[in-house]
């Protein structure tokens, strides 16, 4: 009873309009006052919630992702792809899903990734006669990969609120994500098939094909770096992401040498710095708040109640996630990717370990059903980048997506019936 | 006088988001150096993981009035802004005061915790045994600032010197 009347007030407060750090943050502190515990657990939930050398990768790979941005890498990546893949039958929407998936090995976040790529790709495609809902739900879909293909903050944060590997995690999320991606693309194939309307572009000659791929290596090496660092076990998440911040400025001063400029751009690294300090702080307010809330939550004994309801009404594995799933669906529709994951992890939590659920692959399934809430209208973080970087109006672009989240779903259910497509990177070999 | 008071809040939380964007370039280099001790030079150190740490809880904590006053906070819009202007008005001055509310709250303990440490002479359990109110201590600023930044936007709402805007989030 008293989950559903907490659950009803943070509903209401987020409805209001509250933000989702205070709505958790508020009605934690409120739980604490009401239950006449100490509120000097809210300064401390403040400070432990930041304190903590794991988050630390959050704003580092922000940083690394904003500083590769500013220097023009998101051009050069679609140009790279698109030479090679271009003129195929759907060879721009093809270009352009390799584009995101690339992308999400240098970016943590779906919005980065589906901004980045739709700044290139939305004229280009529009330009050769695909329809507005197919270029845009095609990018709101391309850009969730950024949070399944390591690196990814949803799975940084995942980890820290579990307590789980973080390298885990990001092996876990590598082939789904590939997988992913790889659907995406048979779509548009099939697409195109059935459908003459665009002209495709012109086969690109190997000039070309060497000068586009050689910019965008640079780009690909960092990518390489950080995922071989992390599966090697020779960094930590916190340090690859370091790793990665240097080497992008590196590969950022070295492209613009060649483009004649001067390579170091003070503007340029303060602006990146400045855009990727107000999504860390947005985003770990949230965290800290959550933390509270979690706390306020587990003293009023929530996630135990969860766990004895699911466990004498649900008995086996597949009905708990076929359940899960249906109320994250719901949920997605109104939350965003962030709040979802700390409302509802902790919540849950101990119900898997009853159900005999991997933690790890149980992350890696949260996420793409994240990545479904992150395309599924009124509240879709991606839907609204796409109508402000394509200025497109939002029944467009929600028209696009219904074909990808059938895919999304579809992944869902791939994995549900083939747990080591997560679990055969991080523990199979 | 209003007037002023209320810019040199603006001003300070612009200036201390400065600061916090400064910050977070010292936790890359610190992290970086890290790497380098270890890898490079063949000296790992002991003092980076919890100096980034400390760099990390005041940068965030520098940065909050920022993000509250540029309105990037992320909030669900999806029902208020059906609303009509007037009851807009009267929502986001709702909003700013759970902030205002949460931020007293976190003020308030957050300077007893300082405190408490200081008189203790609390100290980190690692090997740079650096003092814990140090730690503690971004936690009442940074809430003082953004408290101030929402006493200074529900002010400016009720008297009608700001119109209600509608969030600009990103993640």
Partial sequence: ?429 | MLRAGLAAIDATARWSGRLAVLLFWVIGVIVVWEVAARYLFNAPTIWTEETARLVMVWGVYAAAALVLQERRLIAIDAVVRWLPPGLQRVQEIFVLLVILGFSTVAVIWGIGIVQESLAVGRASATMLRLPQWVFELPVPIGFTLLGLQALARVIRLSLGWEAPARSESAL
């Avoid at chain 1, 307590?163 to 997988?179: C, M, N, Q, R, T």
């Avoid at chain 1, 070309?208 to 390489?224: H, K, V």
């Avoid at chain 1, 602006?271 to 990727?276: D, G, T």
């Avoid at chain 1, 809430?373 to 796409?386: D, E, Q, Y």
Wanted: aromatic share 10%; proline share 6%.
């Fill in chain 1, 1 to 429: 009873m008293t989950a559903v009347i907490v659950l009803a007030v943070l509903m209401a407060l987020l409805l209001l309009g509250v933000p989702i750090a205070f709505a958790l943050g508020g009605l934690g502190l409120a739980m604490l006052a009401f239950a006449d515990i100490s509120l000097v657990m809210v300064p401390q939930g403040l400070l432990s919630g930041v304190d903590n050398f794991v988050l630390l990768a959050v704003p580092l790979f922000l940083l690394m992702s904003t500083v590769l941005l500013k220097g023009g890498v998101g051009q050069d990546l679609f140009a790279a792809v698109q030479s090679w893949v271009g003129h195929w039958p759907g060879g721009l929407a093809i270009a352009t899903v390799i584009s995101c998936a690339l992308f999400s090995a240098i970016s943590g976040s779906s919005v980065a990734t589906a901004a980045t790529i739709a700044v290139v790709a939305v004229p280009e495609m529009l330009r050769r006669g695909y329809p507005p809902p197919f270029v845009y739900g095609l990018i709101a879909a391309g850009g969730t990969l950024g949070i399944l293909i390591p690196p990814s903050i949803p799975l940084i944060v995942y980890g820290v609120v579990t307590e789980e590997s973080i390298p885990s995690l990001f092996l876990a999320g590598v082939i789904p994500g590939l997988l992913l991606a790889g659907g995406f693309i048979l779509f548009a194939l099939l697409y195109a098939r059935f459908s003459d309307r665009f002209t495709p572009v012109a086969k690109a000659s190997w000039a070309e094909r060497r000068r586009a791929s050689l910019r965008a290596l640079p780009t690909l090496f960092i990518a390489a770096t950080i995922f071989a660092g992390i599966y090697s076990g020779a960094f930590t998440p916190t340090e690859s992401a370091g790793v990665g911040l240097a080497l992008a400025v590196v590969v950022v001063m070295g492209l613009r040498w060649i483009d004649g400029q001067p390579p170091i751009s003070l503007k340029l690294y303060w602006e990146a710095a400045e855009e990727a300090t107000r999504t860390t702080v947005t985003i770990l307010l949230i965290v800290v708040c959550a933390k509270i809330f979690g706390k306020a939550v587990t003293l009023y004994l929530i996630p135990q109640d969860v766990a004895m309801a699911i466990t004498t009404h649900v008995t086996d594995a597949g009905t708990f996630i076929l359940v899960v799933s249906v109320v994250l669906l719901i949920l997605g529709f109104f939350l965003e990717a962030l709040s979802m994951l700390l409302i509802v992890v902790p919540v849950l939590f101990p119900s898997l370990r009853a159900m005999g659920i991997d933690p790890i692959w149980f992350g890696i399934y949260f996420m793409i059903l994240i990545e479904c809430a992150l395309i599924t209208p009124p509240v879709g973080l991606n839907l609204f980048v796409l109508q402000a970087v394509a200025k497109a109006k939002l029944g467009e672009v929600v028209k696009g997506v219904w074909p990808f989240i059938a895919i999304m779903l579809g992944m869902v259910v791939l994995l549900t019936f083939f747990p080591q497509l997560a679990l055969f990177l991080p523990f199979g070999l």
